[in-house]
């Protein structure tokens, strides 16, 4: 009499629940990548679908001018796109409760990091989820390490890049034409034709391609005939079966025949290799390329390199190249830095806390525009801010330089804090105008703004020429005529309150020389 003893299987809920996790037997493995890539996926499909549907526009560069990407604000199928997160974000983690609204958040991007950070982690866990099926199943994993090639190119686009640049406004929107004008705009900034790393990647997808083609046209070419003529080929095979579909030997000598002998693989699995490395390894080349591009490591630069033998340039294909990259950078200026200073105004980004985040100045938007960081001891909630733009005409120049000055009045603090910005100039010719210091700026910047405030708050009627009288200008101001001063607005906690007051035109007084 034989006696046998099997061990009784557990029947508890979580046994049930790990063995349907990791059984190979469902229709579609999940695995516990799975677990964590279902939800994520999932998410990042349904936002990516509602806010190309039904999102508002995004301030992407932080400048007040809100950009609009979803079909129900005008955009069709190819002009669509997710915005990308706005530079007045920068690098900071933004999910929805960190905004003061819905409204701010959905303004500010919110959106595209949630999209971006969810479907990275899904895709990560997809690759996870192909090794850990060739485990259970006994296979090689080399599926996996095939599909890290797609995942290494969107983490250095989507998430290395932006790391770089100091923004996740620089990302890759989320659209056709979107992806396009990140193309356009990243030759433009890195020059990244002249990348040998993108080369080598530009080798490896159309190489795939056409490796690919060649390929699959010898098999289809040469397979073996297992029905009579009058019947399909389709009848004489059965899905899965053993027996070779395709004669290999016939494919290798009419390749071998059309090009030369060592230009075929006689072998199916050096083959098969080689089909799946070189697109690979290409992709691989192209993250890494793309990750160097975004710290600045850009591609060659030969401009200019070709002279004769009087010193002058031999324009090269560089140069041609180099030329694009500069009309294509010009094309990227928003259009507000070409308007008249009467019609526009300029305000500073704000985010829930009224500041500007740090990470932001490593933007290359913000580094075109502003000239200094803001002083960390200005992250006080309850401060005011007051804006002008001053504009001088001189008298041999016609030229308009347009100054921005800030002014925070924090009860907390003493003395009012001061900073001053010099904005981006219309014209080739600068006027370069000191105010940073001497008596000058104590009269046209802090003693006029603080006069503008209180007349504002007070409603007192607005007397500028009876202003510079009383501060004694006539011995301060020279050659310079103020034409102009306008835009007088306030910054509370949560937003902006903008005062499009009346354009004060006149001139100070008689010019004098500075002693």
């Given at each position: 009499m034989t006696a046998i003893l099997e061990r009784r299987e557990s029947t508890s809920l979580w046994g049930r629940f790990c063995n349907w996790i990791t059984s190979t037997e469902n229709r579609l493995y999940i695995g516990w990548f799975g677990v964590l890539m279902i939800p994520t996926l999932?998410?990042?499909?349904?936002?990516?679908?509602?806010?190309?549907?039904a999102a508002p526009p995004v301030d992407i560069d932080g400048i007040r001018e809100p950009v609009s990407g979803s079909l129900l604000y005008g955009n069709n199928i190819i002009s669509g796109a997710i915005i990308p997160t706005s530079a007045a974000i920068g690098l900071h983690f933004y999910p929805i409760w960190e905004a003061a609204s819905v409204d701010e958040w959905l303004y500010n991007g919110g959106p595209y990091e949630l999209i971006v950070l969810h479907f990275?982690?899904?895709?990560?866990?997809?690759?996870?989820?192909?090794?850990?099926?060739?485990?259970?199943?006994?296979?090689?994993?080399w599926i996996a390490v095939a599909y890290s090639a797609p995942v290494a190119a969107a983490t250095a686009v989507f998430l290395i890049y932006p790391i770089g640049q100091g923004s996740f406004s620089d990302g890759m929107p989320l659209g056709i034409s979107g992806t396009f004008n990140f193309m356009i705009v990243f030759q433009a900034?890195?020059?990244?034709?002249m990348h040998p790393f993108h080369m080598l990647g530009v080798a490896g997808v159309f190489g795939g391609s056409l490796f690919s083609a060649m390929h699959g046209s010898l098999v289809t070419s040469s397979l073996i005939r297992e029905t009579t003529e009058n019947e399909s080929a389709n009848e004489g095979y059965r899905f899965g079966q053993e027996e070779e579909t395709y004669n290999i030997v016939a494919a290798h000598g009419y390749f071998g025949r059309l090009i030369f002998q060592y230009a075929s693989f006689n072998n199916s699995r050096s083959l098969h290799f080689f089909l799946a490395a070189w697109p690979v390894v290409g992709i691989w080349f192209t993250a890494l390329g793309i990750s160097t591009m975004a710290f600045n490591?850009?591609?060659?630069?030969?401009?200019?390199?070709?002279?004769?033998?009087?010193?002058?340039?031999?324009?090269?294909?560089?140069?041609?190249?180099?030329?694009?990259?500069?009309?294509?950078?010009?094309?990227?200026?928003?259009?507000s830095c070409f308007m008249d200073s009467k019609e526009s105004t300029w305000v500073l980004p704000i985010t829930k806390k009224c500041i500007m985040p740090e990470s932001n100045w490593g933007s290359r938007w913000w580094r075109n525009r502003i000239?200094?960081?803001?002083?960390?001891?200005?992250?006080?909630?309850?401060?005011?801010?007051?804006?002008?733009?001053?504009?001088?005409?001189?008298?041999?120049?016609?030229?308009?330089e347009f100054i921005f000055?800030?002014?925070?009045?924090?009860?907390?603090?003493?003395?009012?804090?001061?900073?001053?910005?010099?904005?981006?100039?219309?014209?080739?010719?600068?006027?370069?105008?000191?105010?940073?210091?001497?008596?000058?700026?104590?009269?046209l910047v802090k003693h006029l703004i603080c006069y503008l405030m209180s007349a504002f708050r007070e409603k007192r009627p607005i007397e500028v020429e009876g202003f510079f009288k009383q501060q004694g200008a006539e011995a301060t101001i020279q050659s310079n005529d103020i034409e102009h001063l306008s835009h007088l607005f306030?910054?509370?906690?949560?937003?902006?309150?903008?005062?499009?007051?009346?354009?004060?035109?006149f001139v100070a007084i008689p010019p004098r020389s500075l002693r």
């Open positions: 999932l998410t990042a499909t349904s936002v990516f679908i509602i806010a190309f549907i990275l982690l899904g895709v990560a866990c997809y690759m996870g989820r192909e090794w850990e099926l060739s485990f259970r199943l006994g296979m090689r994993p900034e890195h020059n990244i034709l490591l850009n591609g060659f630069n030969f401009n200019q390199s070709v002279v004769d033998s009087q010193g002058r340039v031999i324009n090269t294909w560089a140069d041609i190249i180099n030329r694009a990259n500069l009309g294509m950078e010009g094309k990227k200026i928003p259009e000239g200094k960081k803001r002083d960390s001891s200005c992250k006080i909630a309850n401060e005011t801010i007051a804006g002008i733009e001053i504009s001088f005409k001189e008298k041999d120049i016609k030229y308009l000055v800030s002014y925070t009045d924090d009860p907390i603090r003493k003395d009012p804090d001061w900073e001053f910005f010099d904005r981006l100039s219309p014209r080739k010719k600068r006027n370069i105008i000191n105010l940073n210091s001497g008596q000058l700026f104590e009269i306030s910054r509370n906690k949560w937003g902006i309150s903008l005062q499009n007051c009346a354009q004060y035109h």
